[in-house]
C-alpha cells in the first residue's frame, strides 16, 4: 500500500492551525499512525487508530478520516510543533509510510 | 522507562557485514514484537523487518530479503538485525522499534550504518 502524504512542506505561523494529509492507495480502515520526527531524533508516536491520542500527547493534536483519506490536525501551533510527521499504515503487510511533511515556521 | 539502544553500527565497505544490536528495557519484552525500521540521509521512514514476541514469526522487506535476518534473545532483553551482502544504498540510520501491537510505540535513538568503500 503506498502512502502519500501532502503537502510536502507546510508553512504556518506560531498559534496557527496545521492539517496534513495523508492518502492510501486502497483502503487501510482505520488502521493508520501519525509520528513525528525532529531533527536528529527518533520518530515519536502521537495518534494510532487514525484518531487515538497516545497518552501524554497534547490535545491540540488530532487524527481523522478512515479509509483511504486521513488528516492530521495541530491546532495553535508551539515552537516545538515545527517538525516533520510521517504517516504510517499497519493495516496490510508490509507496513509502509508516507514520505513525510515538514511543517515549518512561516 | 521504556529505553532501546541500539548499536553495532559503523562505516563497512560493499558486500561485507554488520549485526546491529538492540537492548531493551523498562516494559515486557517478550510480550512485544521489535521491528527494525530504517531512514536513509534526508529521506523517508521505511520499515525493513519484524519479529514476534516469542521470536517465532519473522517478517522482512523485499529490498532486504534473502541478506537480512531479524532475531531476538528474549532472556537479554535484546533484538538483533544481522545484515549480508551490504550495498551502498543500505547506508541509512537503523531504528529499533518495538510496540504491543502492529505500531511503533517506542523507538531507540537509532544507529547510522554506512556501506562505503
Known amino acids: 500500500i503506498v502512502m502519500t502524504q501532502s503537502p510536502a512542506t507546510l508553512s504556518v505561523s506560531p498559534g496557527e492551525r496545521a492539517t496534513l494529509s495523508c492518502r492510501a492507495s486502497?483502503?487501510?480502515?482505520?488502521?493508520l499512525a501519525w509520528y513525528q520526527q525532529k531533527p536528529g531524533q527518533a520518530p515519536r508516536l502521537l495518534i494510532y487508530g487514525a484518531s487515538t491520542r497516545v497518552t501524554g500527547i497534547p490535545v491540540r493534536f488530532s487524527g481523522s478520516g478512515a479509509g483511504i483519506e486521513f488528516t492530521l490536525t495541530v491546532d495553535s501551533l508551539q515552537s516545538e510543533d515545527f517538525a516533520v510527521y510521517f504517516c504510517h499504515q499497519y493495516e496490510n503487510w508490509p507496513p509502509t509510510f508516507g514520505q513525510g511533511t515538514k511543517v515549518e515556521i512561516k | 522507562e521504556v529505553q532501546l539502544v541500539e548499536s553495532g553500527g559503523h562505516l563497512v565497505q560493499p558486500g561485507r557485514s554488520l549485526r546491529l544490536s538492540c537492548a531493551a528495557s523498562g516494559f515486557t519484552f517478550i510480550s512485544h514484537a521489535m521491528s527494525w525500521v530504517r531512514q536513509a540521509p534526508g529521506k523517508g521512514l521505511e520499515w525493513v523487518s519484524s519479529i514476534s514476541g516469542s521470536g517465532t514469526r519473522t517478517y522482512t522487506s523485499d529490498s532486504v530479503k534473502g541478506r537480512f535476518t531479524i532475531s531476538r534473545d528474549n532472556s537479554k532483553n535484546t533484538v538483533y538485525l544481522q545484515m549480508n551482502t551490504l550495498r551502498a544504498d543500505d547506508t541509512a540510520v537503523y531504528y529499533c522499534?518495538?510496540?504491543?501491537?502492529?505500531?511503533?510505540?517506542?523507538w531507540g535513538q537509532g544507529i547510522l550504518v554506512t556501506v562505503s568503500s
Open positions: 486502497r483502503s487501510v480502515s482505520n488502521n
Open positions: 522499534a518495538g510496540g504491543n501491537g502492529d505500531v511503533f510505540d517506542y
